[in-house]
T-cell receptor
Framework: SQLAEENLWALSVHEGESVTVNCSYK?????LQWYRQKSGEGPAQLILIRSNEREKRNGRLRATLDTSSQSSSLSITATRCEDTAVYFC?????????????FGHGTILRVHP | EAAVTQSPRSKVAVTGGKVTLSCHQTNNHDYMYWYRQDTGHGLRLIHYSYVADSTEKGDIPDGYKASRPSQENFSLILELASLSQTAVYFC????????????FGPGTRLTVL
């Protein structure tokens, strides 16, 4: 299958620090989505970045997209303990209207006090 | 109020038994999806549906059936549960389209003994 993949399995930072999660993909995309999954919950979308966009922001979150290198990053500034979660990138596929997504394996982020 | 709900939240089943997982959405979305999540993996798509009374195979459909009796309800059926189907199962809904966000339920933890 055509996977989006995060580059690291786990990251650990202290509160207040910044952190970046990276993702690479192998085929062309129309858009890339970032999701966050907190313990015991389902994933929730953070940012959608379209193929013609280079950067997208949402509060303390910033996503970038480089279609030439087929990579994306999600940066979180001023991290908080509640940012502790698994972060996924996801790409679409399987037809224009299905809304199907293929998720990467996820990066575990732990933010320590 | 939660827009995608799942029941049960957890279940223990015996090998060879039948298991039905239920999902209900109030988003008025056409598309619904069933994923499984295993430790070390992202979410993998089992089945999806874009209209009542119709279902489509996802990336890992073997051993699973799906049923969409109405726009709001989508069930995942394991006719003969096996040990390898122990996982957390998530249901999601979306409006479809290449930029569609998926809205997830809280998940069902299934343990097959």
């Amino acid at each position: 299958s055509q996977l989006a993949e995060e580059n690291l399995w786990a990251l650990s930072v202290h509160e207040g620090e910044s952190v970046t999660v990276n993702c690479s993909y192998k085929t062309s995309i129309t858009a890339l989505q970032w999701y966050r999954q907190k313990s015991g919950e389902g994933p929730a979308q953070l940012i959608l970045i379209r193929s013609n966009e280079r950067e997208k922001r949402n509060g303390r979150l910033r996503a970038t997209l480089d279609t030439s290198s087929q990579s994306s990053s999600l940066s979180i500034t001023a991290t908080r303990c509640e940012d502790t979660a698994v972060y996924f990138c996801a790409k679409g596929g399987g037809g224009a209207n299905t809304g199907k997504l293929t998720f990467g394996h996820g990066t575990i982020l732990r933010v320590h006090p | 109020e939660a827009a995608v709900t799942q029941s049960p939240r957890s279940k223990v089943a015996v090998t060879g038994g039948k298991v039905t997982l239920s999902c209900h959405q109030t988003n008025n979305h056409d598309y619904m999806y069933w994923y499984r999540q295993d430790t070390g993996h992202g979410l993998r798509l089992i089945h999806y549906s874009y209209v009542a009374d119709s279902t489509e195979k996802g990336d890992i459909p073997d051993g699973y059936k799906a049923s969409r009796p109405s726009q709001e309800n989508f069930s995942l059926i394991l006719e003969l549960a096996s040990l390898s189907q122990t996982a957390v199962y998530f249901c999601a809904s979306s409006g479809g389209g290449v930029y569609a966000e998926q809205f997830f339920g809280p998940g069902t933890r299934l343990t097959v003994l």
